[in-house]
């Protein structure tokens, strides 16, 4: 079974503008990345994909391959339907380009068992922070028996009317699609549901199809702001100073 992970990198974002060029410790957030990623051994080809000149520039400076794509994707899943289209494969990995801490063995945790021609799966972790719970930059998830997702929303779900013996997740951005699941949801117009919470993965939920949620336990961190980045920035060099990483 053929895997080809996918790094969707845009320059242009309402919270934080040029974000996958933004410096830890010396090398841009998407080196970081897109090295955690081609670390996972179950994947056989990394590319990062963007539609900004100045994020291939640097991808090229530092030997990361990368794929030119149209600006006019509204979503980073259908950034990944295009590269699909030229780059054969069974499985497409999207990794978020601003999960810098992700760990290469969680990344393999989403990669499916061959042979399913429609799949869709997506990572959620516990969340164990009030603070994350109701930070709307944190999509939360809830899930039915078999582990399908039933909703996704920024606010906390589900709401501790009856009790509070349960735990809030949130979905992390590693996500994985067959071709037939990449087209899907490119040819399927957005519900009025993902209009409203403005999260792709609804798409699949308010048109009936299957997404996976796979739990694991995770201590990545989603830069969403330059507060985030100056977090990752203590992180990533705590461990450069230990000798758990090195450039």
């Not at 400076?61 to 600006?71: E, L, R």
Request: aromatic letters at 8%; glycine letters at 4%; hydrophobic letters at 40%.
């Amino acid at each position: 079974m053929r895997t080809v992970a996918v790094i969707p990198a845009r320059y242009a974002s309402s919270r934080f503008a040029g974000k996958p060029l933004a410096d830890i410790c010396g090398r841009p957030m998407i080196w970081w990345v897109y090295r955690q990623v081609k670390r996972a051994k179950k994947i056989d080809e990394v590319y990062v994909a963007t539609d900004d000149e100045r994020i291939k520039q640097v991808c090229d400076a530092h030997g990361i391959a990368c794929v030119p794509t149209s600006p006019r994707h509204p979503t980073s899943t259908e950034r990944l339907y295009e590269v699909a289209q030229s780059v054969p494969a069974d499985v497409y990995l999207c990794i978020n380009g601003d999960e810098p801490l992700i760990e290469p063995g969680i990344i393999e945790q989403v990669i499916p068992a061959p042979g399913q021609p429609f799949f869709a799966a997506n990572l959620m972790a516990k969340i164990h922070s009030p603070v994350e719970a109701v930070d709307e930059t944190n999509i939360k998830v809830v899930t039915d028996g078999q582990g399908n997702a039933l909703f996704f929303s920024r606010s906390p779900i589900p709401h501790p009317k009856a009790s509070i013996d349960f735990d809030y997740y949130k979905h992390l951005g590693v996500l994985a699609y067959s071709f037939e699941a990449l087209r899907f949801f490119a040819q399927t117009p957005k519900g009025k549901i993902e209009q409203i919470e403005d999260i792709n993965e609804l798409r699949f939920i308010e048109h009936g199809k299957p997404l996976r949620m796979i739990p694991v336990e995770a201590h990545t961190l989603s830069v969403d702001t330059p507060k985030d980045l100056e977090h990752v920035r203590a992180v990533i060099r705590e461990k450069l100073e230990k000798g758990e990483c090195t450039l």
